[in-house]
Every structure is written in C-alpha cells, then in structure tokens.
C-alpha cells in the first residue's frame, strides 16, 4: 500500500483569504479550501468557480476533500502521512481538472494525475507537481510564483502565488462541468511516496 506525504494547514474559516494558519498535529485536518469562494468566470463555454491551496514542498501530489474536478475517480488505497506521522487513508484517486491564470491574465487548463480524494482532508497542492516538470516555484514572500516552461527549458508563463502569513497558495479554477473541460496546456504528475528517501511506501 502506498502512502504519500503531506504537511497540513488549518483555518479557521472557509475563504478565498485564508484565516489564521497553523501546521496540524492531527489528522486528518479541517477543510478550509475546498468549499467554493463565491468568484465564477467562463472559459471556452466552460463555467469555473475559485478554490485555493497552499503550495506544500513536503507534498507529493494534489490532496483536497471534494471530488469536483475529478475526471473518472475510482476507489483507492493510497494513503497520506502527514505532518505529525499520522497515515489518513484517502478514498479517491484520478485526474483533476482545473486552470490558473498568469500574471498577464492568460488562463492556463491543467490535469494534474494522480490527484487524492478523502473527505475532510485539507486541499494541498504539491509543488513537486511543477519543478518534477522541470517548471519552477519561486517561494519569495510577496514575489512567489510558478515559472512554467517548455520542455526545451523556455519560460512561457508566471503564475502569481499568494501569501498570508507563513504559507504560500495558488488561486485556481475547477470547472463545473468536468467533461467540457478543455484540453490542459500543461499536464503535471502525482508521485507515489516511494520515490522520495525520507518515507516508507508500506504501512
């Protein structure tokens, strides 16, 4: 049984602008993400709504507590330890849908595979998902970013992060109508926990 690794952050309330956050010490962690933050907007026919998660350099994939957004989720046995070393056992696996937008305003359609699924489990986005790519993430206070690149290493893209107090997020847009979503730009993987030293893939 394979199990990923995560570091979860809690709020204190669902919004867009996180509350106050704090590292977890247990598990699993209070949604705060997923819930929709009210902003909609149209792309190619296609309505998306605003969802929010912190940029996790101990993440090994895209962890969150809604399905929406999943293409084809099926059962799974997959597990995430997260910062205290309590192992949460996530229900679904798939491929999620969404976009981003740069900082110029071009919106960005991406699949991320072998996305997770487990309800009440705080939204996290790995950023192995984008430097695995050979993209870059940029964690630099106010000047954070993602640096998206062709494979022949140019830049094409940067799109803004956010913070709020100790952490970094990216704003991103999950589509209503999952099957209208657009063929993505770019295509990022989940990875398994065996292929990081520091953890066990069995428990």
Same mark, same amino acid.
């Given at each position: 049984m394979s199990v990923d690794v995560a570091f979860v952050a809690r709020a204190d309330q669902p919004a867009c602008a996180p509350a106050r956050t704090q590292p977890c010490v247990r598990a699993p962690a209070r949604p705060e993400t997923d819930p929709p933050c009210g902003d909609t907007f149209v792309f190619k026919g296609v309505t998306y709504k605003r969802m929010t998660a912190p940029i996790d350099s101990g993440c090994t994939t895209f962890a969150c507590s809604s399905l929406a957004g999943f293409e084809n989720p099926r059962p799974t046995k997959r597990q995430m330890r997260i910062a205290d070393d309590n192992v949460v056992p996530m229900h679904y696996e798939g491929t999620f849908c969404g976009g981003m937008f740069s900082k110029d305003g071009r =919106? /960005?359609? =991406?699949? /991320?595979?072998?996305a997770v699924q487990a309800p009440g489990f705080t939204t996290l986005m790995s950023s192995g998902l984008f430097t695995d790519k050979g993209h870059g993430v940029a964690l630099e206070g106010v000047g954070s970013m993602i640096k998206l690149r062709n494979q022949d290493g140019t830049e094409v893209a940067e799109v803004p992060l956010r913070e709020h107090g100790r952490l970094t997020y990216l704003d991103y847009w999950v589509p209503v109508t999952v099957a209208d979503h657009p063929d993505e730009d770019f295509a990022f993987f989940g990875r398994d926990v065996r292929h990081r030293r520091t953890a066990c893939n069995r428990v």
């Open positions: =919106f /960005i359609p =991406f699949r /991320i595979k072998d």
